[in-house]
């Protein structure tokens, strides 16, 4: 019986350095800027069998994403205007939000899960992600699921 592939989502600082460096090396392949996988792997100071490694199995997040829906709660203050600004940031990046659920504030602090479609005139996802976390008043964001 075959085994069932789990993915996880994690933050970049928990990411192995040779991870992101295949992630690089992916990158400078996919852009022409080398011709070969030995280039590559001698330019971002890996060896061409950690490239073959780990290959298929790291891939930024935003390149996996489009055409898909992404649910993600966070914990926000209950400020007027607040709510607004989180969405506006969706919108700026020309995604498609399908669900909203905010719970009834308790000590000032209430929950939110959004349901997002990302679609293929959406921008960097986690940049998005990052923006919302800067705003004053988040104090939590963590992605539940990505279909």
Do not use: C, W
């Not at 600004?85 to 995604?95: G, P, Q």
């Amino acid at each position: 019986m075959p085994e069932k592939t789990k993915y996880f989502v994690v933050r970049e600082k928990a990411v192995p350095e040779v991870l992101l460096k295949v992630v690089e090396a992916k990158r400078l392949l996919d852009t022409k800027k080398v011709e070969t996988v030995q280039e590559a792997a001698d330019l971002v100071g890996i060896s061409r069998s950690s490239f073959y490694k780990y290959k298929d199995d790291i891939f930024p997040f935003r390149d996996n994403v489009k055409g898909k829906t992404l649910t993600f709660v966070l914990q926000m203050d209950d400020e007027p205007g607040l709510l607004s600004d989180v969405l506006n940031v969706i919108a700026e990046y020309h995604a498609n939000i399908l669900t909203i659920h905010q719970s009834i504030p308790i000590n000032g602090v209430a929950s939110l899960t959004l349901s997002v479609e990302v679609l293929p005139q959406t921008g960097d996802i986690s940049s998005m992600i990052e923006t919302i976390e800067g705003k004053e008043g988040i104090h939590y964001l963590k992605i539940l699921a990505r279909e």
